[in-house]
Nanobody
Framework: QVQLVESGGGLVQAGESLRLSCVAS????????MGWFRQAPGKAREFVAT????????AYADSVKGRFTISRDNAKNTVYLQMNSLKPEDTAVYHC?????????????????WGQGTQVTVSS
């Protein structure tokens, strides 16, 4: 059974940092692109960041560019999201997801596997 489990969320103040982790089990994802998405209350899910199978290609939403960094450790079947200079508008449930393809992509429709999410709350 394939599982993606996120961790690292929490309550922080504006300007602080968090590091999210997503551990995959049930199969290896070393050949798959991974992504982070988020959903705030009353809003649609939105793309945050994506990384290709090797980690050599990444892409970010404009709202997080320069503040967030996505990375992966294929030996650990884990993808990370380092979030710096957090803002109240970053408050959301953050989900990691895996594609069945190696290339990074921003469209959530193309992601096959999803985690349950971890809550990130940023106070002002």
């Amino acid at each position: 059974q394939v599982q993606l489990v996120e961790s690292g969320g929490g309550l922080v103040q504006a300007g602080e940092s968090l590091r999210l982790s997503c551990v995959a089990s049930g199969r290896t994802f070393s050949s798959n692109a991974m992504g982070w998405f988020r959903q705030a209350p009353g809003k649609a899910r939105e793309f945050v960041a994506t990384i290709n199978w090797s980690g050599g290609t990444t892409a970010y939403a404009d709202s997080v560019k320069g503040r967030f960094t996505i990375s992966r450790d294929n030996a650990k079947n884990t993808v990370y999201l380092q979030m710096n200079s957090l803002k109240p508008e970053d408050t959301a449930v953050y989900h990691c997801a895996a594609r069945d393809r190696p290339d990074a992509w921003t469209d959530s429709v193309t992601y096959k596997y999803w985690g349950q999410g971890t809550q990130v709350t940023v106070s002002s």
